[in-house]
């Protein structure tokens, strides 16, 4: 069973920077996209941003457009995630997500069959 293994998060000054990473362990599917999500406490998840792995097409919400870069390395396979302007209301516990299987709905994370363990990122004012 593939395994996805998150790092980079960390505590930051409103205002600041930090870059997450994803990487992908064990048993490896295919790879149709890869995403981050995040899930502040008492709130559900929600997503932050995706892109699919061939054609590197990307998608964010509107809360981070503009301040949040997803990217992938192919040959690396690894997935990033550089988050600059960091706001106190971006805190959360930050998942990466694999799905392997292509289709619509990748803003939802009930579509994604691997998760990560999550990495805290926490945005002080």
């Known amino acids: 069973q593939v395994q996805l293994v998150e790092s980079g998060g960390g505590l930051v000054q409103a205002g600041g920077s930090l870059r997450l990473s994803c990487a992908p362990s064990?048993?490896?599917?295919?790879?149709?996209?890869m995403g981050w999500f995040r899930q502040a406490p008492g709130k559900e998840r929600e997503f932050v941003a995706y892109?699919?792995?061939?054609?590197?097409?990307?998608y964010y919400a509107d809360s981070v457009k503009g301040r949040f870069t997803i990217s992938r390395d192919n040959a690396k396979n690894t997935l990033n995630l550089q988050m600059n302007s960091l706001k106190p209301e971006d805190t959360a516990v930050y998942y990466c997500?694999?799905?392997?299987?292509?289709?619509?709905?990748?803003?939802?994370?009930?579509?994604?069959?691997?998760w990560g363990q999550g990495t805290q990122v926490t945005v002080s004012s």
């Open positions: 892109v699919t792995w061939s054609s590197g097409t990307t």
């Open positions: 064990g048993r490896t599917f295919s790879t149709y996209a």
């Open positions: 997500a694999l799905r392997s299987f292509i289709g619509s709905n990748l803003d939802t994370a009930r579509t994604y069959n691997a």
